[in-house]
């Protein structure tokens, strides 16, 4: 099979040698100047081929090839957009969603009730100031109880959802009755009036 195609190839090669000798014989016996229109044709042929077809064939890849880097561009920055999406939004789940009102209030009664405890006062502070799109919502709650109580209301208000801290505890032994303590709790949290959507 080896021979078979080096005889092909010396063959064609030699076709092609015979060619080549033909046809500068031929234009050194005709001259130039009659097939002056034959080249000209022929130029102009391959000048209309690259115009018509290459050209906007190429162009046509150029712009296909601005758009597949275009969508590689937004398909790597799609994995970071994620990223800060869900990070932004696990940010606003522990955050409150309502407007300032009674609902720290209301939850932080709900749990001293729900360990035994009654608030003997629970104060609204007046509010820190922080940036137009955050508001600060803080409560002083005093109240009588056992320190198992306490730990109890501390774990609870800990774990609040939507969040809330715990700025201070001021812990005073109640001389009037063993066993109890009179406690202050100062509670804060911060209320985005504007939420970011990415």
């Excluded at 502070?125 to 709650?141: G, N």
Aim: with cysteine.
């Amino acid at each position: 099979m080896n021979i078979d195609l080096k005889l092909f190839l010396n063959r064609a090669v030699s076709s092609i040698q015979e060619e080549i000798r033909n046809t500068t014989a031929t234009l050194r016996d005709k001259g130039w100047r009659r097939f002056s229109r034959a080249f000209v044709a022929g130029g102009a042929f391959v000048l209309a081929s690259y115009m018509l077809i290459y050209s906007p064939a190429s162009a046509k890849l150029e712009m296909i090839g601005e758009r597949i880097a275009a969508a590689k561009s937004e398909f790597d920055s799609a994995d970071s957009y994620k990223s800060l999406s869900g990070g932004l939004n696990a940010i606003y789940s522990h955050l409150p969603s309502k407007q300032k009102g009674d609902w720290l209030n209301a939850s932080v009664l709900n749990c001293l009730e729900e360990e035994g405890v009654t608030a003997d006062s629970i104060m609204p502070k007046e509010d820190a100031d922080t940036p137009d799109s955050i508001l600060h919502e803080s409560l002083t709650v005093t109240a009588g109880m056992r320190y198992s109580q306490l730990l109890a209301v501390l774990n609870r208000l800990e774990h609040l959802r939507p969040r809330v801290e715990i700025s201070s505890i001021h812990l005073k032994k109640d001389a009037q009755s063993v066993g109890n303590n009179q406690v202050t709790l100062e509670i804060d949290t911060l209320i985005p009036t504007q939420r970011f959507t990415p």
